[in-house]
């Protein structure tokens, strides 16, 4: 197991390489600079800008020194707020979001296989029809709408809750985030479980669990319910990718000091620095989140157990 | 003798039906039946005769479209319509059951010994842990070696018969008064099937349960049951003591069926006949595993230094449990894998033919596959299944003459040619079997491998296959390489047997002499395990 999971670890360095590369190549390539603004700067107080922060230098020689910094968990300065580094941004932001974003994570998995699971058992009932529309209108209407509706109605109309800020980091203030973050993620884990539960009910081994007498719980806890939860494994991955970067908007709308705004700003003022450093935060994210997924796998399926 | 026992499950008017898109099936149409104390009762019949569908139904495991109706008394208790928590107290305590596919049937997510312990805990009580001695003697009374390591195996570490004898571990956890045993064998390969019967038979004698035995396979029914009840069509046409249903059958489907049973034997071809297909020291092998990070790389030698002759006319049997590399060999001869040694095609040497080489003489050289349902493309007509052949062979040929070559092999396999406007779905596993047939001989070829022709299919319908191929081959001077594990069917279609084992031949010769006297311990343990009956 452990040999196994250094393997993985280090399989993911060249992963990773590959993702810097391309995006610093990609950005670079985009029309724009982190210093084209509306009203242009005199091209002497521009040209000193591009020395201060290396870009009048070859490209290559840019990105070596980028690299090579990088390595060294030096991110470089963002080039709009001027006077942090990216790591100090990202590190500000982050315990923000990852808090924000693990609690969706929960509510997604927990809601979406329950929901999934109890569609699947009454499966074609009112029952079912209701949880597959409503899960059909969690993937369809994006984030940005749902957030203010729920704002509108429980923090405005109902006012049971605080309309955003992340205030004293209670839950009270990160229901509403939370919920809007979760709900795309939460319909996909049921349409998930639902499927592979009802296909699971259908095998030869939970014929032979109920041919045996064993009560209705076991059978479809001990033996379906695992066995559908393979599938519903390995979307956790891309679910956790999607929950950062579906943070964005989310943070934005319920204003929470996150990393998710960083995403969209970056990349809008051509922050390149910052730009990367989300980057990274994503690639290193999904890569966690995959071994994860792997271990998780291994545990679950004796027939993919890594030794 | 079985009639003073007493009856413990009583079985009358029972209807099973299911509600299909196409309105209502009736798979069993009211039946009766009863099984007494102790005996063993076989319930007989082909493919889609309601067996099966008689005993989930009175077991409450049919299909969510599935409906039960009618009458089936368990020692005086209606099981029919029974509350799910007091069925729940027969199931796998009173009535227990062992399926056809022991891998599909074990949850492959927990280890044997948790399986077997689950009806335990569940209908005596106690704990897993106090559950673990009982699991280590059944595991030792079912014949797994090493009891105590296997218990935290996990069924895909296990062989299939061991799979199985973990399956009857679990049925005889609870000291069961019936066991229903659904075609316990079929996935098997012979050998392994007749330690497993015996197994069952030994048990049965043992603990003194009943056991009902669904089964197509008349060899097991005259061997292991006392009484016989013959389905078909979801009705019970004929019941009786298995003495009295094999001597005297008093129903027609059942004369048949037993005259279903493959008979016949092959002349060989004079000695003088010219060798039509040699393979010399054929090897194949496979890599296994292996990759950046998956470890080392490994080969298995599927098959390892085989020889054969085929002769014009000849029919070579090739026989061989799963795994003997018997289908590989068909294949490396056919040089449709890679693989090293000497061949020869009548007179060329065929040894370093490439792919483009070998086309033409592709023709001459046909395949038949066991699967008829997976070996026809489900969107093309029958028509255009036969003659795709054509277009490569014969592209001088014009629309009309292949249509009329289509319509001559469908008449020659015994299929209407109106058939070839219709879609493979449409036919039954036998008729598809005739359709690639007709496909194979449509090119006129010289050599036909024949990989398991008949093993999909009913005996019934086996029995016109084979007559088939042999009127084929007498009509045109085929030979044929018949790769099978069904003994019964390799004696009655060939006239020179190769045995095979882990790749090599174990044994070969005449028919007669491989089957009256064979040899070696290996053909010896086939020949005793197929013909047991």
Same mark, same amino acid.
């Given at each position: 197991?452990?040999?196994?999971?250094?393997?993985?670890?280090?399989? %993911?360095?060249? @992963?990773?390489?590959?993702?810097? =590369?391309?995006?610093?190549?990609?950005?670079?390539?985009?029309?724009?600079?982190?210093?084209?603004?509306?009203?242009?700067?005199?091209? &002497? =107080?521009?040209?000193?800008?591009? %020395? =201060?922060?290396?870009?009048? &230098?070859?490209?290559?020689? &840019?990105?070596?020194?980028?690299?090579?910094?990088?390595?060294?968990?030096?991110?470089g300065p963002s080039y709009i707020y001027k006077d942090n580094t990216v790591a100090e941004l990202i590190g500000k932001g982050l315990p923000y979001s990852i808090q924000l974003g693990s609690y969706a994570l929960l509510l997604a998995l927990i809601g979406g296989v329950l929901a999934g699971t109890l569609a699947a058992l009454r499966q074609n009932s009112v029952l079912d029809f209701l949880i597959m529309s409503v899960s059909t209108v969690g993937v369809t209407v994006p984030n940005f709408v749902v957030g203010p509706v729920l704002t509108l109605v429980f923090a405005v109309v109902l006012a049971w809750l605080p309309a955003g800020s992340w205030g004293d980091g209670s839950l009270r203030f990160l229901i509403l985030p939370m919920v809007a973050l979760a709900l795309p993620q939460l319909a996909v884990f049921a349409r998930l479980t639902?499927?592979?539960?009802?296909? %699971?009910?259908? =095998?030869?081994?939970?014929? @032979?669990?109920?041919?045996?007498?064993?009560?209705?719980?076991?059978?479809?806890?001990?033996?379906?319910?695992?066995?559908?939860?393979?599938p519903v494994v390995s979307y956790l991955a891309p679910a956790a990718a999607a929950l950062l970067t579906g943070s964005a908007v989310v943070e934005t709308i319920f204003t929470i000091p996150g990393v998710g705004r960083y995403f969209v700003l970056g990349a809008i003022n051509r922050d390149y620095t910052l730009v990367m450093g989300t980057v990274v935060l994503i690639a290193i994210f999904v890569i966690v989140f995959n071994l994860v997924v792997d271990i998780l796998y291994g545990l679950l399926d004796p027939r993919v157990r890594h030794d | 003798m079985t009639d003073s026992r007493e009856t413990i499950l009583a079985v009358r008017k029972l209807k099973v039906s299911f509600s299909t898109p196409d309105g209502?099936?009736?798979?069993?149409?009211?039946?009766?039946?009863?099984?007494?104390?102790?005996?063993?009762?076989?319930?007989?019949?082909?493919?889609?005769?309601?067996?099966?569908?008689?005993?989930?139904? *009175?077991?409450?495991?049919?299909?969510?479209?599935?409906?039960?109706?009618?009458? #089936?008394?368990?020692?005086?208790?209606?099981?029919?319509?029974?509350?799910?928590?007091?069925?729940?107290?027969?199931?796998?305590?009173?009535?227990?059951? *062992?399926?056809?596919?022991?891998?599909?049937?074990?949850?492959?997510?927990?280890?044997?010994?948790?399986?077997?312990?689950?009806?335990?805990?569940?209908?005596?009580?106690?704990?897993?842990?106090? #559950?673990?001695?009982?699991?280590?003697?059944?595991?030792?009374?079912?014949?797994?070696?090493?009891?105590?390591?296997?218990?935290?195996?996990?069924?895909?570490?296990?062989s299939g018969g061991q799979r199985q004898r973990v399956m009857i571990a679990m049925a005889l956890a609870n000291d069961p008064d019936i066991l229903i045993a659904d075609e316990p064998t079929t996935a098997l390969d012979v050998t392994i099937q007749a330690q497993i019967l015996d197994l069952l038979n030994s048990l049965q004698a043992k603990f003194g349960m009943a056991v009902v035995l669904i089964t197509?396979?008349?060899?097991?029914?005259?061997?292991f049951a006392s009484r016989v009840a013959v389905m078909r069509r979801g009705e019970v046409v004929e019941t009786g003591a298995t003495t009295d249903i094999f001597e005297r059958p008093q129903a027609d489907y059942t004369k048949m069926l037993l005259a279903a049973e493959p008979r016949g034997r092959k002349e060989p071809p004079a000695a003088t006949a010219p060798i039509v297909l040699e393979g010399a020291n054929v090897a194949v092998d496979y890599a296994t595993g292996g990759g950046l990070f998956g470890g080392s790389a490994g080969v298995f030698r599927a098959v390892d230094g085989v020889s054969i002759r085929l002769r014009e006319g000849q029919t070579i049997g090739v026989v061989g449990e799963s795994g003997s590399g018997k289908s590989t060999l068909g294949r490396a001869l056919l040089r449709l894998i890679p693989s090293s040694g000497r061949y020869r095609f009548g007179a060329t040497n065929i040894s370093d033919f490439s792919r483009s080489a070998m086309r033409p003489l592709r023709r001459q050289l046909q395949l038949v596959f066991q699967d008829p349902y997976g070996s026809l493309s489900p969107r093309q007509t029958v028509g255009e299944i036969i003659t795709e052949g054509l277009y490569v062979h014969e592209p001088q040929l014009s629309r009309a003459e292949r249509d009329k070559r289509a319509i001559e092999a469908l008449k020659e396999v015994g299929l209407d040619p109106a058939a070839r406007n219709r879609y493979p779905h449409e036919f039954s596993g036998g008729q598809r079997q005739r359709i690639a047939i007709a496909r194979a001989i449509i090119l006129k070829p010289k050599v036909v491998i024949l990989d398991e022709p008949t093993s999909a299919l009913d005996r019934s319908v086996?029995?016109?296959?084979?007559?088939?191929?042999r009127a084929l081959q007498k009509a045109y001077g085929l030979s044929y390489i018949f790769i099978s594990h069904d003994l019964s069917v390799i004696k009655a279609m060939s006239d020179y047997v190769v045995v095979m084992k882990n790749g090599r031949i174990v044994e070969e010769g005449d028919t007669d002499a491989?089957?009256?006297?064979?040899?070696?311990?290996?053909?010896?343990?086939?020949?005793?395990? #197929?013909?047991?009956?």
């Amino acid at each position: 197991m452990i040999s196994f999971v250094l393997r993985r670890l280090a399989s %993911a360095v060249p @992963t990773l390489f590959i993702v810097v =590369t391309i995006s610093f190549f990609l950005m670079r390539f985009a029309p724009g600079g982190p210093f084209n603004l509306e009203r242009p700067l005199p091209p &002497q =107080t521009m040209a000193n800008l591009m %020395a =201060t922060y290396h870009l009048d &230098q070859p490209l290559w020689n &840019q990105y070596l020194t980028y690299i090579s910094n990088a390595v060294t968990g030096d991110f470089g300065p963002s080039y709009i707020y001027k006077d942090n580094t990216v790591a100090e941004l990202i590190g500000k932001g982050l315990p923000y979001s990852i808090q924000l974003g693990s609690y969706a994570l929960l509510l997604a998995l927990i809601g979406g296989v329950l929901a999934g699971t109890l569609a699947a058992l009454r499966q074609n009932s009112v029952l079912d029809f209701l949880i597959m529309s409503v899960s059909t209108v969690g993937v369809t209407v994006p984030n940005f709408v749902v957030g203010p509706v729920l704002t509108l109605v429980f923090a405005v109309v109902l006012a049971w809750l605080p309309a955003g800020s992340w205030g004293d980091g209670s839950l009270r203030f990160l229901i509403l985030p939370m919920v809007a973050l979760a709900l795309p993620q939460l319909a996909v884990f049921a349409r998930l479980t639902r499927g592979s539960m009802i296909e %699971a009910m259908h =095998t030869d081994h939970i014929r @032979t669990a109920r041919a045996y007498g064993l009560p209705p719980r076991v059978v479809v806890v001990t033996h379906a319910m695992r066995a559908a939860m393979l599938p519903v494994v390995s979307y956790l991955a891309p679910a956790a990718a999607a929950l950062l970067t579906g943070s964005a908007v989310v943070e934005t709308i319920f204003t929470i000091p996150g990393v998710g705004r960083y995403f969209v700003l970056g990349a809008i003022n051509r922050d390149y620095t910052l730009v990367m450093g989300t980057v990274v935060l994503i690639a290193i994210f999904v890569i966690v989140f995959n071994l994860v997924v792997d271990i998780l796998y291994g545990l679950l399926d004796p027939r993919v157990r890594h030794d | 003798m079985t009639d003073s026992r007493e009856t413990i499950l009583a079985v009358r008017k029972l209807k099973v039906s299911f509600s299909t898109p196409d309105g209502t099936v009736e798979a069993v149409k009211g039946i009766d039946l009863d099984v007494k104390a102790g005996e063993t009762l076989a319930v007989v019949g082909e493919s889609g005769s309601g067996k099966s569908q008689t005993m989930m139904g *009175i077991m409450g495991l049919l299909a969510g479209n599935g409906t039960v109706t009618g009458s #089936a008394k368990y020692r005086g208790q209606e099981l029919v319509g029974l509350p799910l928590k007091a069925l729940n107290n027969v199931r796998g305590e009173k009535i227990t059951m *062992i399926f056809q596919e022991p891998m599909t049937s074990l949850d492959p997510l927990y280890t044997i010994g948790r399986q077997i312990a689950e009806p335990i805990v569940h209908h005596r009580g106690g704990t897993f842990k106090q #559950a673990r001695t009982r699991v280590l003697e059944l595991l030792e009374l079912v014949g797994i070696p090493e009891p105590k390591r296997r218990i935290d195996s996990y069924p895909h570490e296990l062989s299939g018969g061991q799979r199985q004898r973990v399956m009857i571990a679990m049925a005889l956890a609870n000291d069961p008064d019936i066991l229903i045993a659904d075609e316990p064998t079929t996935a098997l390969d012979v050998t392994i099937q007749a330690q497993i019967l015996d197994l069952l038979n030994s048990l049965q004698a043992k603990f003194g349960m009943a056991v009902v035995l669904i089964t197509h396979d008349l060899g097991i029914v005259r061997h292991f049951a006392s009484r016989v009840a013959v389905m078909r069509r979801g009705e019970v046409v004929e019941t009786g003591a298995t003495t009295d249903i094999f001597e005297r059958p008093q129903a027609d489907y059942t004369k048949m069926l037993l005259a279903a049973e493959p008979r016949g034997r092959k002349e060989p071809p004079a000695a003088t006949a010219p060798i039509v297909l040699e393979g010399a020291n054929v090897a194949v092998d496979y890599a296994t595993g292996g990759g950046l990070f998956g470890g080392s790389a490994g080969v298995f030698r599927a098959v390892d230094g085989v020889s054969i002759r085929l002769r014009e006319g000849q029919t070579i049997g090739v026989v061989g449990e799963s795994g003997s590399g018997k289908s590989t060999l068909g294949r490396a001869l056919l040089r449709l894998i890679p693989s090293s040694g000497r061949y020869r095609f009548g007179a060329t040497n065929i040894s370093d033919f490439s792919r483009s080489a070998m086309r033409p003489l592709r023709r001459q050289l046909q395949l038949v596959f066991q699967d008829p349902y997976g070996s026809l493309s489900p969107r093309q007509t029958v028509g255009e299944i036969i003659t795709e052949g054509l277009y490569v062979h014969e592209p001088q040929l014009s629309r009309a003459e292949r249509d009329k070559r289509a319509i001559e092999a469908l008449k020659e396999v015994g299929l209407d040619p109106a058939a070839r406007n219709r879609y493979p779905h449409e036919f039954s596993g036998g008729q598809r079997q005739r359709i690639a047939i007709a496909r194979a001989i449509i090119l006129k070829p010289k050599v036909v491998i024949l990989d398991e022709p008949t093993s999909a299919l009913d005996r019934s319908v086996q029995g016109q296959v084979i007559d088939l191929l042999r009127a084929l081959q007498k009509a045109y001077g085929l030979s044929y390489i018949f790769i099978s594990h069904d003994l019964s069917v390799i004696k009655a279609m060939s006239d020179y047997v190769v045995v095979m084992k882990n790749g090599r031949i174990v044994e070969e010769g005449d028919t007669d002499a491989i089957f009256e006297a064979p040899r070696e311990s290996y053909t010896q343990t086939l020949m005793s395990a #197929a013909f047991t009956a």
